[in-house]
Structure formats: C-alpha cells, structure tokens
C-alpha cells in the first residue's frame, strides 16, 4: 500500500493554511442519575457542523439553554481551530482506538441543582484536552465523524514533525555496574 505524503510546508503558507477552522454546534444533555451527591450530569450529545455564525465572537457563541422532549439541554456554536504547534496532540488523537472531540465546559458549582453548563472550547487535540484535565477542568468526549478525521489526518501529517530519535550511548561510557556481567 503505497502512502501519499503532502507537500513540503513553506513559511509561505497563508495564515488560513496554517490555522484552518470548521465551525460546530455542541450540545450537551442533562441527564439524572441516581446519587446522593449529584442528581445529575451534563453528557456530551452531539457535535455537528454548521456555517458560520454573524455573531460569532473569539472563537465562540454564547451557550443557550432550553428544553425539549428530551429534557433540560445546553448548546453552543463554536470554532475549532488546527495551530502547527498542536500537531502532536492531533496525531496522538487519530492514532488512538477511536478519535475524538473534546469538549471543555464549567459548572457554577454554587447554582447547585440548578447549575448550567458554559461550553468554553472544543478541540481535537489530544495534548490539549490532557493539560485542561490536569487543571481539574472538566471535559467530555465523543467520537469523531470520518470527515473530520480526515481533515485532522491531513493537517497532522503536513505539521507533525517526529522528535528525534535520542542516540545511544556506548556501553565503554555507561558506568561501571551498567555494562552487564563481570
């Protein structure tokens, strides 16, 4: 199976060409559980695309809320946006059993019971939704459509660039007890 590999990136490269971005709409679902703690959690439903919106603002619109036979729901439509620097992120979400959408939003905790979701990024980076988790934010996530997979495969290979294989160190400059038997 031969691979085709895209052309070589030039610093030529447009600032669209270099960060291009799909606009989606998130919907996430309220949906009771039985707990003691939390009656409820917020599930991720559904991510689809959408045009553009006019009054779209940096990267996102603001979060409505609403219900429908479904029960309480949370929507936004928001602007996912492929960096050069995040291409390692997009390589290790494809490379993963299933790729995904990540989706970070917020709480107030203080509303309690009656406490909506503010839906603040979507990302398909891996490395991304890792450092957001290791803040403490919350993220959810869901599969991936064979389109945007193909998209993020083919921004991942023109801008993942491999770290270099480290060179090994001969055994005579490894220390004394690291050489093997004497």
Excluded at 5 to 18: E, F, I, K, M, Q
Excluded at 63 to 78: F, I, K, N, R, Y
Excluded at 131 to 136: K, P, Q, W
Excluded at 137 to 142: D, G, H, K, M, Q
């Amino acid at each position: 199976m031969s691979q085709t590999l895209a052309p070589p990136v030039s610093d030529a490269l447009s600032g669209s060409d270099r960060t291009p971005s799909r606009w989606v709409c998130v919907r996430l679902n309220r949906v009771a559980q039985e707990s003691v703690w939390q009656p409820f959690r917020w599930e991720l439903a559904s991510i689809e695309h959408c045009p553009s919106p006019d009054e779209a603002r940096s990267g996102r619109t603001q979060t409505l809320h609403g219900s429908d036979e479904l029960g309480q729901w949370a929507a936004a439509v928001c602007e996912v946006t492929l960096y050069p620097d995040e291409a390692e992120g997009y390589v290790l979400n494809l490379t993963t059993d299933s790729p995904s959408w990540f989706v970070h939003f917020r709480l107030d905790e203080a509303a309690g019971d009656s406490a909506q979701p503010d839906i603040r990024l979507v990302t398909l980076s891996y490395n991304e939704a890792g450092r957001l988790m290791d803040a403490s934010e919350r993220v959810e996530v869901l599969p991936i459509d064979r389109a945007t997979g193909h998209w993020l495969a083919s921004y991942a290979e023109r801008f993942f660039v491999p770290e270099p294989k480290k060179r090994q160190r001969p055994a005579s400059f490894r220390p004394a007890g690291g050489r093997g038997p004497e």
